[in-house]
C-alpha cells in the first residue's frame, strides 16, 4: 500500500482511472437523468414529487463518503505522514461540502409539500447539518495558519474527530425517533421498487463516478501548484529575482 | 514500538475516546433527541400542565372527522391510542393508515390538541399500480407495507 504514497506512481493510476469514471459519468447522467425525471413511473404517496429523491438520495450517499475519503486520507497522513493522503482528503472535502448542500437543499424542497414543513430539528436533519459545518470548518482551517504544517495537522485532526458525525448520520433513523424516513437500503433488500430502484442506482453512479473525475482533476491542479511553489523556493534560494505568487 | 505504530495506537485511541463522549452524551440527551413521543409513551410520561411535546404514530383508519376548520383523528402506535384535535391546513400526505407527527399539548380532558401536524413519509416507494396489486392480493397493510405498519412501534422499544 505504501507504494502508492509516492505522487508521480498515485497519479499514473488516478490518470488511467480518470476517463473511465467520466464516461461511466457522462452515460449514466445522460440515461439516468431522462429515466428519473420523465419516464419512472410517480410514487403511489408523493406523485411526481418522488423525483426530487433521484437527485437527494445519491447526493446525501456522496456527502458522506467524500467524508470518508476526507477522514481516511486524514488518518493516514497523520499516523503515516504519506502527504499525498492529504492532498487527496483536501482535494476531497469542497466536492462533499457542495453535495451535502444539494442534499440539504432538495431535501428541504421535498419536506415542504410532504412534511409540510422545509425544516424539523430531528436527528437526522440537524447530523446532516453538522456534516456541512465540519465540511466548512475543515476547508477553512486549512488557510488559517501560517505555518502550513500545523495547518495540515489541525485539519486532520479535525476531519478525524469529525468522523465520528458519519455513523450518527447514518443510524440516526434507526437510533431515536425521527420525521426522516429510515433507510431503503435494508439488510432485506431495498424498500424501493425496481422501476425506481434503477434511475436511483443510475443517479448514484453517475455522482460517485463524477466525484471521482473531479478529485482527480484538484489532486493535479494541487501537486502542480506544489511543483510551482517548489520551484519558486528553489529560484528564490538561487539568488534570482522571482514576482510575488 | 515504532512511531508511526505509536501514531497508530494514538489515533485510535483519540478516535476512541472521542466516539465514547459523543456516545455518552447523546444517550444523556436521548429524550431530546428523539424528535416526538409514540401514544404508549405519552401514557407513562409525566407532563406538566400545557407542556409542549409532539406525538407521532399512525392515524387510524376511519378515524378521521372534520368539523368546520378543526379536524379531529386518532393517533395509534397499535397498543394504544391518542384523539387529536387540530385547527390548520394538513400536509398533502396527510391520510388515513399514514404516519403523522402532532405538535401541541395534551388537555386535561385526555384530548392531544395540535397546533401543527407534519406528515411522516415511510421508506416504502413504489408505482400507484403496484400498490393496488398488493392490496389486491392481500399483501397489504395499514401503513403502506407489512414492514411498515408495525415499524413504529418496534422502534419505540428498540430504541437505547
Redesign the interface.
Known amino acids: 500500500m505504501h507504494k502508492y504514497a509516492n505522487p508521480t506512481r498515485f497519479m499514473k493510476i488516478a490518470n488511467t482511472v480518470m476517463p473511465w469514471t467520466t464516461a461511466i459519468a457522462v452515460i449514466c447522467f445522460v440515461i439516468g437523468l431522462p429515466v428519473a425525471l420523465y419516464t419512472s413511473p410517480p410514487d403511489y404517496q408523493q406523485g411526481d414529487t418522488v423525483r426530487i429523491m433521484y437527485i437527494h438520495v445519491p447526493a446525501a450517499w456522496l456527502a458522506l463518503m467524500a467524508y470518508m475519503v476526507t477522514a481516511g486520507g486524514s488518518a493516514v497522513f497523520l499516523i503515516w505522514r504519506h502527504t499525498i493522503a492529504h492532498v487527496i482528503a483536501r482535494a476531497s472535502a469542497p466536492v462533499g461540502a457542495v453535495f451535502c448542500a444539494l442534499c440539504l437543499f432538495t431535501g428541504m424542497l421535498w419536506g415542504k409539500p410532504m412534511w409540510g414543513t422545509p425544516w424539523v430539528w430531528d436527528a437526522r436533519l440537524t447530523s446532516m447539518l453538522i456534516l456541512l459545518f465540519l465540511y466548512l470548518g475543515y476547508i477553512a482551517l486549512g488557510d488559517a495558519f501560517d505555518d502550513q504544517e500545523r495547518g495540515d495537522k489541525a485539519q486532520a485532526v479535525l476531519a478525524l474527530v469529525g468522523s465520528v458525525n458519519v455513523p450518527i448520520i447514518h443510524f440516526s433513523v434507526e437510533w431515536w425517533n425521527t420525521l426522516h424516513q429510515p433507510s431503503i437500503v435494508t439488510m432485506q433488500g431495498l424498500t424501493i421498487n425496481a422501476q425506481m430502484a434503477l434511475p436511483l442506482l443510475l443517479m448514484v453512479g453517475a455522482f460517485q463516478c463524477f466525484y471521482i473525475s473531479v478529485v482527480v482533476i484538484r489532486l493535479r491542479a494541487e501537486l502542480l501548484s506544489a511543483k510551482i511553489r517548489v520551484a519558486r523556493q528553489n529560484l528564490a534560494a538561487s539568488g534570482v529575482p522571482v514576482a510575488a505568487e | 514500538m515504532t512511531r508511526?505504530t505509536r501514531?497508530?495506537y494514538f489515533?485510535a485511541l483519540?478516535?476512541l475516546a472521542?466516539?465514547a463522549g459523543?456516545g455518552l452524551m447523546?444517550s444523556a440527551v436521548?429524550d431530546n433527541?428523539?424528535?416526538?413521543?409514540?401514544p404508549s409513551d405519552l401514557k407513562t410520561k409525566s407532563l406538566t400542565a400545557n407542556q409542549r411535546l409532539r406525538l407521532?404514530g399512525l392515524v387510524e383508519e376511519g378515524s378521521v372527522a372534520r368539523d368546520g376548520n378543526t379536524v379531529k383523528f386518532i393517533v395509534t402506535d397499535t397498543a394504544e391510542r391518542v384523539n387529536v384535535s387540530y385547527a390548520g391546513?394538513?400536509?398533502?400526505?396527510?391520510?388515513e393508515g399514514?404516519g403523522v407527527?402532532a405538535e401541541g399539548h395534551l388537555a386535561p380532558d385526555g384530548v392531544f390538541v395540535a397546533d401543527?401536524?407534519?406528515?411522516?413519509?415511510?421508506?416504502?416507494?413504489?408505482?400507484?399500480?403496484?400498490?393496488?396489486a398488493l392490496k389486491e392480493s392481500g399483501h397489504w397493510q395499514e401503513g403502506?407495507?407489512p414492514?411498515a405498519a408495525p415499524?413504529?412501534a418496534v422502534?419505540?422499544t428498540?430504541?437505547?
Open positions: 508511526k501514531r497508530l489515533v483519540g478516535l472521542v466516539a459523543v447523546l436521548s433527541v428523539t424528535f416526538f413521543a409514540s407521532g391546513i394538513l400536509p398533502d400526505l396527510f391520510r399514514q407527527v401543527d401536524v407534519l406528515a411522516k413519509h415511510d421508506e416504502n416507494y413504489m408505482p400507484r399500480e403496484v400498490a393496488e403502506g407495507d414492514n415499524d413504529i422502534r419505540e428498540a430504541t437505547p
